[in-house]
């Protein structure tokens, strides 16, 4: 649980403000993209709305995944391309949170367009996990949070939850009484799995730096 809730002071980009802006409207663009295609690749019925809202989530599964690596990949080994990669950490938050928010809109979509009512457990966890998402936005894309505990401490318990929540559904959807579908679960869990080791990795790696540092003291 240290690496999912890592709350250490992070890699620091450079911060600018149109990496927001980018960020969200590629994030936006890429969810749509990957939704309308996939929808269309299906046959444009029921089912294949569902399948498009499974793709919208594996690629807000990946780009998570990449934002969650993004500052470790940064500290463990220097060069101009981890560098460059840490640095767009605001862009995929942002990008992040574009992707869920079409993926959020996809679920509650087909029954918006059938004049039925939204199922009750279904409209909670839309407006729980858009909550989150707005903290994570709030404390994974601000440029203060490596100077502020709370921020910090938000931006851990958020990302621990979209990890999770990704997790849970991979493995629920590999090995739950679900029609088996063309959606790599399997790439989505064990990208999840190699990033946790690598937050692993960065937390050891930084620990022991502190205490060199402490016993050159």
């Known amino acids: 649980?240290?690496?999912?809730?890592?709350?250490?002071?992070?890699?620091?980009?450079?911060?600018?403000?149109?990496?927001?802006?980018?960020?969200?409207?590629?994030?936006?663009?890429?969810?749509?993209?990957?939704?309308w295609i996939s929808f269309l690749y299906q046959g444009g019925d029921m089912n294949a709305a569902r399948f498009a809202s499974s793709v919208v989530l594996f690629s807000a599964s990946i780009m998570f995944s990449l934002y969650y690596i993004a500052g470790s990949?940064?500290?463990?080994?220097?060069?101009?391309?981890?560098?460059?990669?840490?640095?767009?950490?605001?862009?995929?938050?942002?990008?992040?949170?574009?992707?869920?928010?079409v993926f959020l809109a996809s679920i509650v979509m087909p029954d918006f367009l059938l004049s039925a009512r939204v199922p009750l457990p279904t409209l909670v966890y839309v407006i729980f996990t858009a909550m989150v998402g707005a903290v994570f936005l709030m404390s994974a894309g601000?440029?203060?949070?490596?100077?502020?505990?709370?921020?910090?401490?938000?931006?851990?318990?958020?990302?621990?939850?979209?990890?999770?929540?990704?997790?849970?559904?991979d493995m629920d959807r590999m090995i739950g009484p679900h029609r088996p579908d063309a959606n790599p679960y399997g790439i989505s869990l064990l990208l999840l799995v190699v990033a946790l080791l690598i937050r692993f990795a960065d937390a050891f790696a930084q620990k022991h730096i502190a205490g060199m540092s402490e016993r050159t003291i």
């Open 142 to 169: 601000n440029k203060r949070t490596d100077r502020s505990v709370t921020l910090r401490t938000l931006r851990g318990v958020s990302s621990a939850y979209f990890w999770l929540a990704f997790a849970f559904i």
């Open 73 to 101: 990949v940064a500290r463990l080994i220097r060069s101009d391309v981890t560098q460059a990669f840490g640095e767009e950490r605001f862009a995929m938050a942002y990008g992040f949170a574009g992707i869920m928010g």
């Open 1 to 35: 649980m240290v690496a999912i809730e890592h709350t250490g002071v992070e890699f620091a980009p450079r911060w600018n403000p149109r990496q927001r802006i980018v960020g969200l409207a590629t994030g936006v663009t890429l969810g749509v993209l990957a939704a």
